[in-house]
């Protein structure tokens, strides 16, 4: 049975699949996907970004799969509130102007919104919509067991990304979660430390059990100890009762030790020792217990770097670094700049109480122009700002509180880790490139003249760049 309508969308859509930019020919377009006239088993199976015109251009995430009768589709993997305002809105649209019921072609009488004779749904631009029929799709409205639930995937929407770099993190992640060793997360501020703990521990078999988190950074030195084993009644001054440290809490679950690199010297030979066995004791007591808990530790500090400065012990540095994520700032992964913004644009609006469609064309440039030094935590900020800002449907670029000096071309030469010219050299060649083949539809005299080279270099750098077949 089919739920969703159909429309004829006879034109070219661009993916990105990471590998490659190039376009191919769609056939029609629903509120689950598109279905494509071309073969691109190439990048079957892989999420890709999906550009295409409605009445504006709009990127969504998709995967593509291969159907039952064996053809090539883009399935959506946008939340409902994203598809609802893009797709949901142009479906609607043709279908009021096509004046028929795309189910049973009876004639639309008087815009309203379902169909008299066969009953089925005209107005898809509501959100509720879109989530039940993709609900029904999956069988969900009969049968609520799911890999995930929609609750855990709510709270994890803020990690979320199609770039390469932080599909690589989600990977980690899975491998990781399924044994006991200790994890060391590397990162730089706001770029989701924490939430990566969270999802390795969710993973794990200790899921049901406690995830205890302790920023190293956040507490006095002469308390860490305290809040870390915790003591006895009478160990010290105002010690009134018996208190149970966080190791002891965690029990059966997850230990989060973040900021590790800011944690004081004498403290990291207290936590090496009860790394040693899982055993402490609390403070003013003698006896010996055992926890047994799994070690997340994270930082935003060059550990090799402070074991050479003596500010940090090597041997409770290999003691953590046994597996490794590195998370990837912001600007190193702009490919998930705006799925991350019109997500946190779609929440924040619902909490306000405001309908706010998306972005206009100079806000989305100027959210992938920036820098965005604060990553993820600065971006939610922003987007949050401007919510409250904006007084139109769309969010502006004069609503984006972000100031132009740190855009454009300071995305390039942030941190020490992205100052090697040859690289970044390369990144920009590449998305220019991408920019230039999409605007020209593929044709390389409009190429060339769009970037200032020759026809020849325009060959060279597409062939380079693996991307698309072009046109004279």
Not at 1 to 22: A, G, H, T
Not at 121 to 143: A, L, M, S
Not at 247 to 275: C, H, S, W
Request: glycine letters at 6%; charged letters at 30%.
């Amino acid at each position: 049975m089919r739920l969703s309508p159909r429309v004829p969308f006879n034109r070219e859509v661009y993916i990105d699949c990471q590998k490659e930019l190039f376009p191919v020919k769609a056939e029609n377009i629903s509120l689950l996907g598109i279905k494509v006239e071309d073969s691109i088993s190439r990048c079957l199976g892989e999420e890709i970004v999906v550009i295409l015109e409605l009445e504006d251009s709009v990127s969504l995430r998709g995967k593509i799969i291969r159907n039952e009768f064996k053809e090539h589709v883009i399935v959506f993997l946008e939340a409902p509130e994203v598809i609802a305002s893009t797709v949901g809105k142009y479906l609607t649209a043709k279908i009021y102007k096509s004046g028929r019921c795309p189910f049973c072609q009876k004639i639309i009488e008087n815009f309203e919104k379902y169909c008299k004779k066969c009953g089925m749904f005209f107005d898809y631009t509501k959100p509720e919509i879109v989530r039940f029929i993709r609900d029904f799709k999956v069988g969900k409205v009969f049968y609520e067991l799911l890999v995930e639930t929609s609750k855990e995937l709510e709270e994890n929407k803020e990690f979320i990304g199609v770039s390469r770099p932080i599909k690589q993190v989600f990977a980690l992640i899975r491998k990781y979660a399924t044994n006991d060793y200790p994890v060391l997360i590397i990162g730089e501020t706001g770029t989701g430390k924490e939430l990566t703990a969270k999802a390795i521990h969710e993973r794990s078999k200790r899921a049901d059990k406690p995830f205890v988190v302790v920023n190293c950074a956040a507490i006095p030195e002469n308390l860490l100890e305290a809040e870390l084993f915790g003591y006895e009644k009478g160990a010290f001054t105002d010690a009134h009762r018996r208190k149970i440290g966080k190791i002891e809490y965690a029990n059966g679950g997850t230990l989060f030790l973040d900021e590790i690199g800011d944690m004081p010297v004498n403290m990291q030979a207290k936590l090496l020792r009860f790394l040693e066995d899982l055993s402490f004791s609390r403070i003013g007591g003698n006896e010996t217990i055992y926890a047994d808990v799994r070690i997340i530790a994270a930082t935003n500090v060059d550990l090799e770097k402070a074991v050479e400065e003596g500010k940090f012990r090597e041997d409770l540095f290999y003691r953590l670094n046994v597996l490794t994520i590195k998370i990837p700032p912001l600007r190193e992964r702009k490919e998930d700049i705006l799925p991350l913004a019109k997500y946190f644009l779609i929440k924040h609006s619902r909490e306000v109480g405001k309908k706010i469609i998306g972005f206009t064309k100079k806000a989305e440039e100027k959210l992938t122009n920036y820098s965005w030094p604060g990553n993820v935590r600065e971006l939610i900020n922003t987007v949050r700002k401007a919510v409250v800002l904006s007084e139109g449907e769309y969010i502006t670029d004069k609503d984006l509180d972000i100031k132009e000096k740190n855009s454009t071309y300071s995305s390039y030469c942030f941190s020490t880790q992205s100052l090697n010219l040859r690289e970044n050299i390369e990144k920009l060649e590449e998305n220019l490139i991408k920019q230039a083949f999409i605007v020209s539809k593929g044709n390389i005299s409009k190429m060339a003249k769009l970037l200032g080279i020759s026809r020849p270099k325009v060959y060279s750098l597409l062939e380079k760049h693996k991307i698309g077949e072009v046109k004279n």
